[in-house]
């Protein structure tokens, strides 16, 4: 299984997905969190690669991985367009209804945070780069 994390300051979106990029777990969390959430994924999940994002917080979040699974290779990876990947996807996955169907999503901003998301973006980049 793969873990990707898109990390941030206050949130980080979290997805462990298998291999053939079917979804285990997905869910933004609290960044003050990310040990607890990791250490209770860890026992669910055989977890062998653990992507991340390389934006602002990736070295600290890279620590903290590290800090709870010590044996586990990390790969970080370029988070560039995949807050606008990720907005893509959420409306794929949740097309608009009512009036709001009229409107093109690139319009549109998603009423829930995308992190999540993001990190689905950047485990499926993982993949195709293997």
């Known amino acids: 299984m793969i ?12 997805v462990v997905m298998s291999f053939e990029g079917d979804i285990e ?3 933004v969390i609290e960044t003050a969190s990310l040990e607890s959430v990791l250490a209770d994924l860890s026992k669910k999940f055989e977890l062998r690669t653990v992507v ?3 934006g602002t917080t ?3 979040a890279k620590q903290r991985i590290l ?3 010590p044996n586990i ?9 995949t807050t606008e990947e990720a907005r ?3 409306w794929k996955k949740n097309p608009p209804c009512g009036w709001r169907r009229f409107l093109p999503t690139s319009m549109q901003v998603p009423p829930v945070p995308v992190d999540d998301i993001a990190a689905e973006v950047l485990a ?3 993949l195709r780069s293997e």
């Open 3 to 14: 873990l990707a994390i898109d990390p941030g300051r206050d949130k980080c979106g979290v």
């Open 25 to 27: 777990y997905q869910k």
């Open 52 to 54: 991340l994002g390389d």
């Open 58 to 60: 990736s070295k600290a």
């Open 67 to 69: 800090s709870i699974l």
């Open 73 to 81: 290779q990390v790969e970080v990876v370029n988070e560039r367009h």
């Open 88 to 90: 893509k996807l959420y």
């Open 124 to 126: 499926k980049k993982f």
